[in-house]
């Protein structure tokens, strides 16, 4: 997994480990969701008063008009980033997660418990 983060259209040098988190936490967060699940990548923008999601390219309806659910991915993703180095989460903030693999290689699928 390849996590990259923009701020205000500008890409933002981040270390592994905080690339991991925000990719692992990105994709949790969208796996959460009813959308279609990623294969190959997710996109994110967050804007003063919106949220924007692709997944795989397409477009998933996320916005503040649609209550509860929008409002807690676009909580929890600024809650992730706003103390990052580089990011002003009062710009527009992308996070781009490229999935290479599966994302938990290790994790046995439920029914083999």
Do not use: Y
């Amino acid at each position: 997994m390849h996590a990259r983060i923009f701020s205000n259209g500008v890409e933002v040098s981040v270390k592994s480990f905080v690339e991991r988190f925000v990719g692992a936490v990105s994709l949790a967060v969208v796996s959460s969701l009813k959308a279609p699940s990623p294969e190959k990548c997710i996109d994110l923008e967050l804007d003063t008063d919106r949220i924007a999601l692709k997944i795989d390219s397409k477009l998933v309806a996320l916005d503040r008009n649609q209550g509860f659910a929008g409002t807690l991915v676009r909580d929890t993703i600024q809650g992730m980033i706003h103390n990052l180095k580089g990011i002003d989460a009062r710009t527009p903030v992308r996070i781009v997660v490229e999935i290479e693999e599966q994302p938990w290689p290790n994790k046995r699928p439920v029914e083999q418990l």
